[in-house]
């Protein structure tokens, strides 16, 4: 269920809508599907290193052992850093979705936040299974949510909901934005709907970070990978179709969906279509719960990065240190700490902010990146020093075609950020500093490590593949 809600947040219930609008349906899905495959294939290379060796530092550990170690430094405090700015920015957002319901608003919006935040805190404070049994909770409400939609969807193309036949006439492929305006309005849309729909699908690889704690790691991982190709099949593509056949793509109600205005959510008008008069309503509280699961598997992912850390010495041993739950108390205390003093800066400079939240932005892409190297570099010393493929409890499939495919189209997401810059020369020096600001702080900390400790790229015939 971690695996499922991890794909499944505020960018299919929001930002999908803008994707449609400024893609058509037929851009938006192609979009979706090619970046739902490229998922599918970093999972694939995840799920086989996670059941090989499930680590809580995940990624971070595979690039330490399997390419550099000042690559898994640079991954793991990068990874670390974006997840405590993502639940600074998640208990943010909470506060205002809370407030639509009017009784809700007897407090301030940064007591709601601080509210939100203890809860958080409080539940990675106890047991794993604690978290564990959160998640589900959180993951069935929007699994449930998304197949409600689905089926209602169906059911409202047909005529049989909404009092009308709808079938076919809004699907469009020909004159989509996607395939006119020349190539370069076509290159632009195309990048912008792959970028929309990469930070869609970020929060699949918590999978792998779980996979240390998880009860038999052997079997469960490769269940939870095989079902990744369905979920996105299910809750994207059908999700995508279905709007797209009941919304025409040219509709204003489609573009610029924030998390303060659910009434123009394509879930809310698709829900609203079949009659569902309180359909605002209801997906504000399952836009809540997916944004309280967001910052719950946040702290998690973080306070398990940074024990990992202590663990391997790239961090300080403190952090290291459990308590009789297995619960990494210190790692989660300054992982809190810091949380509060980012949202301090939110509240009293915004440009300070935004300098900070820009910082984070490629984050996702980045690991992604760092899990297709290792991946690449791990099946072939696993091959060089004369172990057996077939051995592996879980193989990834299409091997090196999955990790290289990743690793191409990650680059192609990282650079497209500025368009303009791109296709057009123009060169804005604030705005780009902003778009890629994430660059230099992960190129940052790579560099010191490996000019402190003189690390060096491993030999294949050198990497550890014990199993711990």
């Known amino acids: 269920m971690i695996a499922i809600g991890g794909c499944i947040g505020t960018g299919l219930f929001m930002a999908s809508g803008e994707a449609i609008h400024s893609a058509g349906p037929g851009g938006a899905l192609f979009a979706y599907a090619a970046i739902g495959l490229m998922v599918y294939f970093l999972m694939t290379s995840l799920g086989e290193m996670a059941t090989y060796l499930p680590v809580a530092g995940s990624f971070s550990t595979y690039a330490s052992r399997f390419v550099d170690p000042s690559l898994g430094f640079a991954l793991g405090w990068n990874y670390w850093f974006n997840w405590v700015i993502t639940i600074a920015v998640d208990i943010s957002i909470a506060a205002l979705v809370i407030s639509y319901w009017e009784p809700m608003q007897f407090m301030p919006s940064w007591a709601w936040s601080l509210l939100f935040l203890a809860v958080i805190i409080g539940l990675n404070t106890l047991s794993v299974r604690v978290y564990g049994e959160s998640e589900f909770w959180f993951a069935l409400i929007k699994v449930v949510t998304v197949v409600v939609f689905l089926a209602v969807g169906l059911l409202t193309i047909f005529g049989i909901l909404g009092g009308e036949y709808v079938g076919f006439q809004n699907f469009t492929i020909g004159d989509a934005p996607f395939l006119g305006d020349g190539f370069s309005g076509q290159f632009l849309t195309a990048l912008g709907v792959f970028l929309i729909a990469g930070f869609s699908f970020q929060g699949t690889e918590l999978i792998g970070v779980a996979a240390g704690e998880s009860e038999d790691p052997q079997t469960n991982i490769p269940k939870a990978i095989k079902q990744v190709f369905w979920r996105i099949l299910i809750f994207y593509i059908l999700a995508i179709l279905v709007i797209g056949l009941l919304i025409p793509y040219t509709s204003p109600q489609l573009l610029g969906a924030n998390l303060d205005e659910i009434a123009k959510s394509p879930f809310t008008l698709v829900f609203e279509k079949a009659g569902w008069a309180f359909a605002a309503a209801l997906m504000n509280a399952v836009i809540l719960t997916s944004i309280l699961s967001a910052g719950n598997s946040g702290m998690y992912a973080s306070t398990r990065m940074l024990y990992a850390m202590g663990k391997d010495g790239m961090a300080y041993k403190t952090f290291a240190k459990t308590n009789q739950d297995g619960n990494p108390l210190w790692a989660l205390a300054l992982t809190s ?114 000019f402190r400790y003189k690390t060096r790229l491993i030999a294949l015939k050198d990497v550890d593949l014990k199993q711990d």
């Not at 368009?419 to 940052?444: E, N, Q, R």
């Open 337 to 450: 700490v810091v949380v509060m003093v980012i949202f301090g800066i939110e509240l009293s400079n915004d440009q300070a902010y935004q300098y900070i939240l820009a910082a984070s932005g490629l984050t996702g892409f980045i690991a992604w990146l760092g899990i297709a190297i290792s991946h690449y570099r791990f099946r072939r010393a696993y091959v060089l020093q004369g172990k057996d493929v077939n051995e592996l409890v879980y193989k990834a499939k299409w091997f090196p075609m999955g990790p290289l495919l990743a690793l191409v189209l990650c680059v192609l997401v990282i650079a497209g950020q500025d368009t303009d810059l791109l296709l057009h020369g123009k060169v804005d020096w604030s705005a780009m500093l902003i778009t890629y600001m994430g660059v230099p702080i992960f190129l940052a900390f790579f560099l010191y490590h490996k």
